[in-house]
């Protein structure tokens, strides 16, 4: 293991969500519905996952100077402090540990809010297979690929005009 790994275990379980077991009123569903509306409605948010639990990237070393390994263990314990702040991510299941790893710690640059109730999940899809940031690992550019592929094959007798 990295020498410096047990700091970074030490350093991502202090950046846990403290209040995580603050109880929430209990909201009817029309008070649900008003929480989900004003959230649509907020403007853009203005802080960073970074600023709400105190880890920064600099923090975290280069994939490159790490062990399989130990990637694995510090998105485990990273995902776990993601969850107590009730925020999610989605990666493509064939992204490679050190790819993941990026994503993963670059999340602490994304501006974000911080749900009560439910929550927010980064997943980085625009639908836009051709741009994807996670390129040949986009889990919709099989998908793409063959709509492509199929919009290519249309006769001119099957076009609607």
Wanted: charged share 25%; proline share 7%.
């Amino acid at each position: 293991m990295h020498p410096y790994i047990p700091h970074l275990l030490d350093d991502i379980a202090k950046a846990h969500r403290q209040d995580i077991h603050k109880e929430l009123p209990a909201l009817s569903l029309e008070e649900e519905l008003e929480a989900t509306d004003r959230w649509m409605e907020h403007d853009e948010p203005e802080q960073t996952f970074g600023y709400y639990c105190g880890l920064k990237v600099e923090d975290f070393p280069p994939a490159d100077q790490l062990k399989t390994r130990d990637i694995q263990i510090v998105c485990k314990a990273f995902k776990k402090m993601l969850v107590s702040w009730n925020l999610n991510v989605e990666f493509p299941n064939a992204l490679p540990s050190a790819l993941y790893y990026y994503f993963l710690v670059n999340t602490l640059n994304e501006k974000t809010s911080i749900p009560e109730f439910g929550f927010i999940t980064f997943d980085y899809c625009t639908g836009n297979a051709p741009a994807c940031v996670f390129k040949e690992y986009c889990s919709c550019l099989k998908h793409w690929n063959e709509q492509e592929k199929d919009s290519y094959n249309i006769s001119r007798d099957e076009l609607p005009f």
